[in-house]
């Protein structure tokens, strides 16, 4: 018990590591919440720091979600354990305790989870995300759409509903719920497009 525990506290502090905001603070003296979209993430970095601090950024993120994953499949834990592991260092990305309790959308941290829990999902995340922002430039409906696939991905490749589908089905409505905004814009056409300064 002590070692579960220990492991959704670890992923919840290793989560909630706020890199965009810490990088944007330390190397170019500025509050990324106070710039382009006041997000603490990769997209905005991006947008607002350059391709530099946007792959750092992207990487710091998505290592967030793998590493508590993997390492609670390297201690043995069960596979709904390592999945819902995986989900608290997505939520401390979100609810950071470093950032008042704010923090990104948790769509790179998203992608390190899933990557350990399905490498092939994940795969499919990627080349829908891709696929998606290269043809319409919307990095929200890409990481929407992504979160979709792994989810009809999941549940084809299980087969049948079970613990581990209900959780991946609540990734997804996790991930709606931190793109409500994105929603709205889209459904109203205004929506902020790749490569645009805001």
Do not use: C
Request: aromatic letters at 12%.
């Amino acid at each position: 018990m002590f070692l579960k525990i220990s492991l959704f506290l670890f992923a919840y502090l290793l989560g909630s590591i706020p890199t965009a905001y810490w990088y944007a603070k330390f190397f170019h003296g500025i509050d990324i919440r106070q710039h382009g979209s006041g997000n603490i993430g990769a997209t905005n970095s991006l947008r607002v720091l350059g391709k530099k601090a946007g792959i750092i950024v992207l990487i710091f993120d998505l290592l967030k979600g793998l590493i508590p994953a993997y390492l609670a499949r390297f201690l043995g834990l069960s596979e709904d354990l390592v999945f819902l592991i995986g989900i608290t260092s997505i939520l401390g990305h979100i609810f950071s305790v470093f950032a008042g309790f704010k923090g990104g959308k948790g769509i790179a941290t998203s992608l390190g989870v899933i990557l350990a829990v399905s490498p092939i999902g994940g795969g499919v995340s990627v080349l829908v995300f891709i696929t998606v922002v290269y043809i319409t430039k919307y990095v929200s409906l890409g990481s929407l759409l992504a979160g979709l696939a792994f989810v009809v991905y999941f549940l084809i490749s299980n087969g049948v509903l079970n613990s581990l589908s209900y959780i991946a089905i609540g990734l997804l409505l996790l991930i709606v719920f931190t793109h409500r905004v994105n929603i709205q814009k889209l459904m109203h056409g205004n929506e902020n497009k790749l490569g645009k300064k805001v």
